[in-house]
């Protein structure tokens, strides 16, 4: 075999070799479920900037009100939410609406109903508490609880009072309890197999340790952190646990693995 000839089969299997692995390539990212990051109410998605797992988008609460995640999980096969705080509720709200849709879901600061119930012992927010919250964001607008950051747009500008409102009546009205109860078992089985990762703070006041448990009851096989102190912000305060359980997400979804 002349020279130039086996050069020329050397390359062509070269770029046999390099086109199989850009498909390979090509599948597993297609394999890989999209990351929905649910934000908290009044909260800039700078909150999330310590956190580094890949996410495919973060929607405001200000997109919640407006529907944005369902149409987004509408479009996609399978997706993983991240919700924290109302986020978490929203989350709740659409694991509960596409179970099969949903491969992994990571609740931090999540409640399916955020105030209190006296009558029925549900530990929640007591309204005095969402007033102090009114109160702060108010005194706080255009800057946020976090601040703008130097040389970036400020994320505070959606944060007209209607779109605080709308946000205060949902964390007032919203109650998602039934919602979860159904999607518990259907005919004596489970309706969910998808991983879960719970965090939650112990002493919280805006989110009750309690709901933990209750959530741990709703997913069974939920993996429950709970951290000491008072922090809500938990993006902040535990950015690389949570970023170890949106990989676990992954990992679990793209070899098509059963939590349980």
Known sequence: MADGDY?????REISAIAAELKRLAAARASSRPSVFVL?????????WDLCRFTRTRLFSYVEQLDGEPEKAIANVERCILVGWSMGGSSALRLAARWPK???GLVLIAATPRMMEEKESGWKGMSPRRLEALRYGV?????????GVPE????PYLADEP???ERGLKYLLETDLRADLEALRTTNHEP???FPVHIFQSERDGIVRAANADYLKKIFPQAFVTMVPGTEHALSI???ELIDEAVDSCLRLATAGQDPA
Request: aromatic fraction near 10%.
């Open 151 to 154: 040389g970036k747009p400020n």
């Open 191 to 193: 309706r969910t197999t």
């Open 237 to 239: 305060f535990i950015p």
């Open 101 to 103: 849709k949903i491969t």
């Open 162 to 164: 209607p779109n605080l």
């Open 7 to 11: 050069e020329r089969g050397r390359g």
């Open 39 to 47: 934000n908290g109410w009044a909260a800039s998605p700078h909150a």
């Open 138 to 146: 108010m005194m706080t607008h255009g800057e946020g609880f976090f």
